[in-house]
């Protein structure tokens, strides 16, 4: 099983909304990332956990808080979001242990009004 | 900087002939490389991989080459069929680092012409 998945599929939101998004794998891969895509972009990433501590944070904005609570499930939480903030999010999880291969989950397609 | 590149934003193939991507990268600390398929608004999907002590990976029609004295790398599918037409990623990591980051090239667009 390679499988990532994530929800919601789709998620539209005003700027003063709290909202969160779920992703959960279940490879026993320990680490997780969170990552934003742009049209026409590579994904970009936002956060990496390993071993559920956040390892990196690429200076994302306060507004996206990430949040790992075991080993198989990891959100992210949104508030205060801007327009720009729009985008399709992808979850990626992968092993450390002699197979790096980094699974996505199909993503969350964030729209914010 | 952009430590891994993607030149050719895209490219076109007749169906049933090869198509070569190519990636090229800057840190010679990158150790393990993959490619990835896309399809607008959907997750990328894992292809195949590479580990630097390889040269070459080959998983039924797609097959990898790692250049790393070039610091290049290519992906080969041949033969092309048109559901490949997608945007494919290559992503490199340095395994050593304990940070488990991996840095995207641009990508190139595939079109495969039946």
Redesign the interface.
Same mark, same amino acid.
């Given at each position: 099983d390679?499988e990532?998945t *994530?929800t919601p599929k789709h998620l539209v939101m005003g700027m003063t909304n709290k909202k969160s998004l779920k992703c959960e794998q279940h490879m026993g891969h320990r %680490?997780m990332?969170w990552y934003k895509q742009k049209a =026409? =972009? !590579?994904?970009e990433?936002m956060f990496?956990y /390993?071993y559920e501590k956040l /390892?990196?944070n690429e200076s994302v904005p306060s507004r996206f808080s990430p949040e790992c609570p075991n080993s198989s499930l990891l959100n992210l939480h949104l508030h205060a979001l801007q327009p720009e903030d729009s985008a399709?999010y992808?979850c %990626?999880s992968?092993d450390?242990q002699g197979s790096?291969? *980094?699974?996505?989950? !199909?993503?969350t397609?964030l729209t914010v009004t | 900087d952009q430590q891994v590149k993607q030149n050719s934003p895209s490219l076109s193939v007749q169906e049933g002939r090869i198509s070569i991507l190519n990636c090229d990268y800057t840190n010679s600390m990158f150790d393990y490389f993959l490619w990835y398929k896309k399809y607008p608004a959907e997750g990328p999907t894992f292809l195949i991989s590479i580990s630097s002590i390889k040269d070459k990976n080959e998983d039924g029609r797609f097959t990898v080459f790692l250049n790393k004295s070039a610091k290049h790398l290519s992906l080969h599918i041949v033969p092309s069929q048109p559901g490949d037409s997608a945007v494919y990623f290559c992503a490199a990591s340095d395994t050593t680092s304990g940070t488990y980051k991996y840095i995207f090239g641009t990508g190139t667009r595939l079109k495969v012409l039946a």
């Open positions: 390679t990532v *994530q %680490a990332y =026409k =972009k !590579p994904p990433l990496v /390993s /390892s990196i399709l992808l %990626a992968s450390d790096y291969e *980094q699974y996505f989950g !199909p993503g397609r | -």
